[in-house]
């Protein structure tokens, strides 16, 4: 199992990224996928999950109507567009595959190496 996070970067406040996760080892759309990330000195907090097919997704409050998450299973990758960048949205972001298919549980069986986002101005 391989995860493999990218679009990281420096972005004003108010600014847009869109970071992906190509997986691979696992049959991707059997699985439901989350994305977390981790603040410098933080703890990881969870920021969002989507159904294995892709029709159900769950948000953290803190990111709710800013942050989309998606998936292409055909192509093997997660995605999550993140709008309206706070400074407080800098932190490692990280996908993890979810082996429980229950992400009110946040039990993650494997994690990508994590992408970088920092907003400043």
């Known amino acids: 199992v391989q995860l493999v996070e990218s679009g990281g970067g420096l972005v004003h406040p108010g600014g847009s990224l869109r970071l992906s996760c190509a997986a691979s080892?696992?049959?991707?759309?059997?699985?439901?996928m989350n994305w977390v990330r981790q603040a410098p000195g933080k703890g990881r907090e969870w920021v969002s999950a989507?159904?294995?097919?892709?029709?159900?997704?769950y948000y953290a409050d803190s990111v709710k109507g800013r942050f989309t998450i998606s998936r292409d299973n055909a192509k093997n990758t997660l995605y999550l567009q993140m709008n309206s960048l706070k400074p407080e949205d800098t932190a490692q972001y990280f996908c993890?595959?979810?082996?429980?298919?229950?992400?009110?549980?946040?039990?993650?069986?494997?994690w990508g190496q994590g992408t970088q986002v920092t907003v400043s101005s």
């Open positions: 993890a595959r979810d082996p429980l298919a229950r992400p009110m549980l946040r039990e993650y069986d494997y």
């Open positions: 080892g696992f049959t991707f759309s059997n699985y439901y």
């Open positions: 989507i159904d294995s097919g892709g029709g159900y997704t």
